[in-house]
């Protein structure tokens, strides 16, 4: 049992001895992190387009803003709060569709691609909108 004993004793010793004591405190453990000068994180936006419905002409109906600039990585949220009727908001290209939106309903699409897209609303397809995509 002794010989046990000071067989583990001097395991952890070996182990845990050389351990608290090989490195500095001055040392980077692992690969060192530098900070880049002048570079700021900047958190994705959600921009907000509304729609203006409230004109008894249908066609006089629009999105507020008609065009919005984002960055890659933004949302764009349409807000139905003050709509009267369903709308949709639809790419051109139908790379998305909200879907009929109820008056009150929220939808929202976070962009991943540079580029213009084009959108409108499928029964009111005079009722146009551009979301400009920046890098």
Request: glycine share 6%.
């Amino acid at each position: 049992m002794k010989r046990f004993f000071l067989m583990f004793a001097a395991l952890a010793a070996v182990l845990f001895v050389p351990a608290a004591v090989a490195v500095p405190a001055h040392a980077v453990v692992g690969p060192a992190v530098r900070a880049l000068p002048n570079v700021q994180y900047v958190a994705p936006a959600n921009h907000v387009v509304k729609v203006e419905d409230a004109d008894r002409d249908p066609q006089m109906w629009h999105w507020v803003p008609d065009q919005v600039t984002a960055k890659v990585g933004d949302t764009v949220t349409w807000d139905m709060t003050g709509a009267a009727v369903a709308h949709t908001a639809t790419a051109d290209n139908a790379s998305w569709d909200s879907g009929y939106m109820n008056p009150g309903a929220k939808w929202t699409h976070t962009f991943t691609a540079a580029g213009d897209v084009p959108y409108h609303c499928t029964p009111h397809p005079w009722k146009k909108g551009v979301i400009h995509v920046t890098p």
